[in-house]
């Protein structure tokens, strides 16, 4: 069946590959960019997909395809999360390489940028598979990966123990540990405390700056967030805690809705009981989409890319959208926020918490020297606090939004770089 033009234009607007280098080509335009850069830049380095066999518990084979992309290692070793996602595409691991070269150049931690990914429903694997999956992926991948070259780390339906089974893994080849070879790890293998919280954090530290610049008061802003994963349950408990009221959180398969505002430890207890977020007392369903047009002040999208596009940008109503996701954003939706004059804190730098205290936890490994978590917690605050300042003075100085200015001030940084390095050979 062939398609209309209008759903074609819907899956031309949801590829973040196109998103990512469209993205890339408006700030290299500011920033007047030289040609030979623009074309390094808005290329990948190097990009591995693999095909690979797993004894399932049944006996039989399954074959799986995973990829793990490289964007630009000019700054230093690569670095970018692993997501297991039946919509995982190469176009997808592609773009959120890319869009780690940025978050790192734009919080100034000396890393490149890097993503992987495994096509697969995680949730219809037991922890067996899940776990011998993991541990061939990670083999296949372990002619990029290492301390020094490139570091992955939890990202959609990868967690902490993900991390741990692929340090294992790296650590058995080579016959020593390798501890610095993945962040995102259990404390007990060289994780770093405030790690589980960082990405969350960061989201919040943002949120605190963009409403004292919009002159707000946290007591006054409700919140919609959008995924009650890692990144959305824990924005929703810290942004609470400042004093914000949460109206509604959601899930895949939807969420809840209580326009007084849901007590989100409440809900975390709820949904580690229930296994669900449905029936939460006191609240009442709401859809995804729903969701993202809820009446609120401040929305943090913090699931999966593509969100908020050109159909539904026009029903958001908050003043505020704080990126917790990657790519949640497609660039006419953009547009249109840029012209009803919402406030979006980009992905790059919104959740570039995440990277920032894996960043303290590699140099924590490397050292073998670990920070208690008031210090990694004050030195994610006061990175996170200047790279928002200095975004946000671009921003007013150069007249764009803040995505172009967090765009052009990492994509600079990463032309600095690969200038000063030159063309090899
Ligand atoms: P997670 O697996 O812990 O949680 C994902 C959440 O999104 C879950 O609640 C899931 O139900 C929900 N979700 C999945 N598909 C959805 C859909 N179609 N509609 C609505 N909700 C859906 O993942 P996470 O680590 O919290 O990552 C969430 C986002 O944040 C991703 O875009 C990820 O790339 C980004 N991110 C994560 C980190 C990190 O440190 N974990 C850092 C930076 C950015």
């Known amino acids: 069946m062939s398609m209309s033009a209008t759903e074609l234009k819907q899956v031309v607007e949801a590829d973040e590959w196109r998103t990512a280098q469209s993205q890339f080509d408006d700030a290299a335009e500011i920033i007047k960019l030289e ?19 797993v004894r399932m518990d049944d006996d039989h084979l399954r074959m799986f395809t995973g990829y793990r992309v490289q964007h630009n290692i000019n700054r230093g070793p690569a670095k970018g ?31 490149g940028g890097a993503k992987g990914g495994i096509i697969v429903n995680p949730k219809g694997l037991s922890l067996n598979e899940l776990e011998h999956m993991t541990r061939r992926f990670a083999t296949e991948i372990s002619i990029l990966i290492g301390a020094d070259r490139d570091i992955p780390a939890p990202d959609v339906n ?5 991390m741990a089974w692929i ?60 995924g009650f994963g890692n990144v959305g349950s824990i924005s929703a408990k810290l942004l609470e805690e400042a004093g914000c009221t949460v109206v509604a959180v959601s899930e895949d398969y939807g969420g809840i809705y209580n326009p007084l505002g849901l007590s989100i430890k409440r809900v975390l207890e709820y949904r580690a009981r229930e296994k669900t977020l ?19 002040d401040l929305l943090v999208p913090a699931a999966i890319g593509n969100q908020l596009t050109s159909r539904n940008a026009r029903d958001v109503k908050a003043k505020l959208i704080v990126e917790g996701a990657n790519g949640p954003t497609t660039p006419e939706a953009d547009a249109i926020f840029r012209e009803r004059d919402i406030f979006v804190v980009p992905d790059i730098l919104a959740n570039a918490g995440g990277v920032t205290v894996s960043y303290f936890e590699w140099v924590q490994d ?12 004050q030195k994610l605050k006061a990175i996170l606090s200047r790279a928002f300042s200095e975004v946000l003075k ?22 600095g770089a690969t200038r000063e390095r030159g063309l090899y050979p």
């Open 167 to 226: 340090m294992d893994t790296l650590s058995m080849h080579l016959g020593y540990s390798v501890p610095a070879s993945v962040t995102g790890k259990p404390i007990e293998v060289g994780g770093s405390l405030g790690r589980i919280e960082a990405t969350g954090r960061g989201v919040t530290i943002c949120a605190m700056a963009a409403l004292e610049h919009l002159g707000r008061q946290p007591h006054q802003t409700r919140v919609a967030v959008q």
């Open 35 to 53: 040609p030979w850069l623009r074309e390094v830049l808005r290329e990948v380095q190097r990009e591995f997909t693999c095909n690979f066999p």
């Open 278 to 296: 449905n029936g939460f007392p006191g609240a009442q369903p709401i859809g995804n989409q729903e969701l993202l047009s809820v009446d609120c």
């Open 81 to 111: 999360g692993i997501r297991y996602h039946p919509d995982v595409s190469l176009n997808e691991v592609k773009a959120l390489a890319m869009w780690m070269t940025w978050k790192c150049a734009v919080v100034n931690i000396p890393f």
């Open 158 to 162: 990868t967690d902490g123990q993900t």
């Open 366 to 377: 490397l050292q073998s020297f670990f920070w208690s978590e008031h210090e990694v917690n």
């Open 394 to 415: 671009t921003k007013l100085e150069k007249k764009l939004d803040m995505r172009m200015a967090a765009y052009c001030r990492a994509v600079s940084r990463v032309a």
